[in-house]
Structure formats: C-alpha cells, structure tokens
C-alpha cells in the first residue's frame, strides 16, 4: 500500500486535508476494505504540528527520514510557508517531481511553490496572480501559465487556492485513481451541493424510457444507405456487407435491417406495406419556407418519390411528402417564413 504524504508546517491549515485523506480510507458508507493508499504526516521534527485551530498532530516521519514508498506528496496550506522551515521542504519537491510522483500544493504552499520555481513548467493556480508574483520574485516566470481557477491539475502537479480544498482533492484522486472517475464525480457533487440538495436530485422522478432511434427494415441496405446519405446528409460507418445499418445526422439516429434478416432472427413472417408505406413518417425541420422547396426539388431529382409537392397548411406550416426508395414517407417541412 503506497503513501500519500502530507507536509504540514505550523500553523497549519486543517480544513484543506479531509476531502482528500478521508476518501482514501473510506467509502461513502463505509471503511474501504482495500484502501489503495496510506495517509503519512511529514513534519520537520516528530513534535506534535499545530494546526490553526491549535488541534495538533503527530508526524510519522520527518523531512530526513520520508519513505520513498509514496505515490503523493501533498503541501497543505498555512502561515508556515515563509519560514526558514520551509526552505527545507525544497529538496523533498525537487526529487518528487523529478522521480515523476503527483505534487500538491494548496493556498500559501502553492505560492511557495511559485517562490521555488516549481510552476515554471506547468499551467497553475494559487491565491491569486498577484500573490504568486509577490512570493515568486525573480525566480516565478510563468505568469502566462496561471489559471484563474479553484484547482489546476497538469503534469502531475496540482495547485488550488486556499478555497479549493474540495476541488484539490477530487484533482488528486484523479492522478490517484483512487475510485471511478464517476465515483469522484459524484463526491465532489456531493460536497459541493450539500446532502439535502443532492437528495432531491436524486428523488426526482426518472423517465421509464429513453427514446433511442427508428429502425427501418430494408430489401436493399445500399439503397437505402445511398439515399440517406446524399440526399439527407447522414453519416455512417457502415461496411457494405453486414446486416445492420447504423445512420445518424446530428443527435438523430436510424438503423436500417434487412427484412429476411429480421424474420430469420424473429422466425415468423410479416406483412409489408405494398406501394408507399402509409403507417408512419420520418421528418425533417428545414430553416425556412424556401428551403422546402428546393429540398424537395433536391430530393425528387436525387431519386426520392414525388407524394405531395409543398404546400403551405393553414397552421402556418409549409410542407411537402416524398417517398424514400422503399416507400417509407419522409416529411420536409418549416414554420419560419
């Protein structure tokens, strides 16, 4: 089980630490019976860390003695940040980020991190551009690489500003892999909504059914797949030889089966409409009364069958029927003058 190691300098910031030690260790119900990863404190000496609250922790090991069994090392915020302590901290980022492991920092540690050159490379955030600045001096560059934004994750550094504690942590639960990127999702929507406002999402009702597509059963595939394409303008990765014809045209979809293969695989016959199909329609808005005509002209002289030329109704539609290549009834219509 690897380490995610915390360096705290007193005082430290404890509210940037939950969001992401609990979930290491837990579930949202219970404790994991697997945990991925261990919590280690990092502290300049094994003397209780005093935190801002004045709560106090002990460390597991000092900056002399960190493991190097350890997926993270993640710099928690604090007032310590400008002390002499802290320039001791430099060598242990320097091999982490070296030996490719995730570093965090988080509010004053992330302007620290700026201070030390650390952001150079990598688009960041922090307590502000002008903070990292200040702190930066000389040795700070990448000010074109700041994000204005809670958390910033690249090239396993992560960076957030002393209100991002929550987005901190689902950025390294991420590096982490920690859970499902669903799961993260989810514990961050949690916490940022609040269990009552999440409750009520989740209670309100869900349709039975999502409508998924319309299905036409051919005598001839490429036909009809020619027909669609040219003269409608859908796509397809269809391969010319297998039975079922997937076709889309924005978020609409058909698919298309040739009818001595449904029957094969339902094994029962069925009645088919001789002529034009009169049972059902496929139809397409178009942007305006214009356009219904030169679609349906388009349509005609690209094979479509002539049913009904364009006609304006007296609901304000003007529309028009042709006849796909197996009969099937394809409206054209607008309401838009």
């Not at 969001?19 to 404190?41: C, F, G, H, V, W």
């Not at 550094?157 to 639960?173: D, M, P, Q, R, W």
């Not at 094969?264 to 016959?269: A, N, P, V």
């Not at 002209?297 to 197996?326: I, K």
Request: charged share 20%.
């Amino acid at each position: 089980m690897k380490k995610i190691l915390y360096v705290l300098l007193p005082p430290f910031a404890e509210h940037e630490l939950p969001y992401l030690t609990q979930p290491l260790r837990s579930d949202a119900t219970a404790m994991k019976d697997n945990p991925l990863y261990e919590n280690r404190i990092v502290a300049q000496s094994m003397e209780p860390v005093e935190a801002v609250s004045g709560f106090r922790l002990l460390p597991d090991y000092t900056f002399d003695t960190v493991p190097d069994d350890y997926a993270a090392l993640v710099l928690i915020g604090g007032y310590g940040w400008q002390s002499e302590a802290a320039d001791r901290v430099e060598p242990l980022v320097a091999r982490a980020i070296g030996s490719g492991r995730i570093v965090g920092a988080i509010c004053n540690a992330a302007s620290w991190m700026a201070g030390k050159g650390f952001l150079n490379d990598v688009r960041h955030t922090g307590n502000g551009l002008d903070q990292l600045k200040l702190w930066g001096g000389g040795r700070y560059t990448n000010a074109a690489g700041y994000v204005d934004a809670q958390a910033v994750s690249d090239r396993n550094i992560v960076t957030a500003n002393g209100s991002g504690h929550l987005e901190f942590a689902c950025e390294i639960l991420t590096l982490l892999k920690n859970d499902t990127p669903e799961a993260i999702e989810m514990y961050r929507t949690f916490y940022k909504m609040g269990f009552v406002e999440v409750a009520k999402m989740m209670s309100q009702a869900k349709p039975r059914f999502a409508f998924n597509t319309v299905g036409l059963f051919t005598t001839d595939n490429a036909g009809m797949v020619a027909f669609y394409r040219d003269v409608f303008g859908f796509a397809t990765q269809w391969n010319g030889t297998d039975p079922n014809v997937e076709m889309t045209l924005g978020a609409a979809r058909i698919i298309m089966f040739p009818r001595s293969d449904f029957e094969l695989m339902t094994s029962r016959r069925y009645a088919y409409p001789d002529g034009t199909n009169g049972t059902m329609e496929l139809s397409f808005d178009v942007p305006s009364f214009g356009d219904v005509d030169r679609e349906y002209e388009r349509a005609v002289s690209m094979g479509a069958g002539a049913v009904m030329a364009p006609t304006t109704e007296p609901w304000g539609q003007r529309t028009c029927y042709v006849a796909d290549p197996e009969g099937n009834l394809i409206e054209i219509s607008s309401f838009n003058r």
